[in-house]
C-alpha cells in the first residue's frame, strides 16, 4: 500500500490530522446529500412541486456534486497508487471512501441491502407511531413510548448478524438464509 499521510509516525500533531482528513470530498458529499434532501423535500410538498425550478436545480446540482465527488475521490486514490507526493495539501489526504470497495459484489449488494432495511425501519416506526397516535389514541409520549418495545428485537437481530458474519464469513449465505427466513 502506498504510504498516505496517516502512515508514519504514531504520534501526529492536531494540525497533521487534521490536514489528512479529506475536506474536499467531506464537502462535496455533504451538500450533494442536503441538496438531494431539499429536492425531496420541496418535490413532496405538493402535486406539481415536481416540476418547479428550485426542485429540479437541486437534483441537477446534486448530481453534479456526486458526479464530481466521485471524481475528487478517483484522483486521490490515483494519486496514492502512484505514491506522487503533490504540492498541494489537499491532494496528500487519502479518501474518504475507497473506491476498489465497491469492487465487490458482494459488499455492495450488503450494503444495498442494509440501506433498505433501514429505510423500511424508518418509515415502519413513523408508520406505527402514527398508528398508535390516530387508532390507539395515545399522545406523541406515549406512542414513543410504546415503539420502546421494538428495542430487543432490533438488538438481537444485530447481535445475531454480527455472529453469524463471524462465522459464515461470506456474506452470500446472510443473504440466503435471510430471504428464506423472511419468507
Known amino acids: 500500500p502506498a504510504a498516505g499521510p496517516s502512515s508514519g509516525s504514531r504520534r501526529q500533531t492536531f494540525t497533521q490530522r487534521m490536514l489528512s482528513i479529506d475536506w474536499i470530498g467531506a464537502l462535496l458529499f455533504m451538500a450533494a446529500g442536503i441538496l438531494l434532501l431539499l429536492a425531496l423535500n420541496w418535490g413532496s410538498a405538493t402535486n406539481d412541486a415536481w416540476s418547479e425550478a428550485r426542485v429540479i436545480a437541486c ?27 503533490s504540492r498541494n495539501p489537499l491532494m496528500r489526504t487519502d479518501p474518504m471512501i475507497p473506491l476498489e470497495l465497491f469492487a465487490s459484489a458482494d459488499l455492495c449488494i450488503a450494503q444495498y441491502a442494509f440501506f433498505v432495511s433501514g429505510m423500511v425501519m424508518i418509515v415502519m416506526f413513523y408508520f406505527v407511531a402514527i398508528f398508535f397516535t390516530i387508532v390507539g389514541g395515545l399522545n406523541g409520549t406515549e406512542a414513543g413510548t410504546q415503539l420502546l418495545f421494538f428495542a430487543p428485537g432490533l438488538g438481537a437481530g444485530s447481535l445475531s448478524s454480527i455472529f453469524m458474519m463471524r462465522q459464515l464469513r461470506q456474506v452470500r449465505w446472510l443473504r440466503i438464509f435471510s430471504l428464506c427466513r423472511a419468507t
Do not use: M, Q, T
Open 59 to 85: 437534483f441537477v446540482v446534486a448530481g453534479v456534486s456526486y458526479a464530481a465527488w466521485v471524481a475528487w475521490e478517483h484522483a486521490l486514490e490515483l494519486r496514492a497508487a502512484r505514491a506522487a507526493a
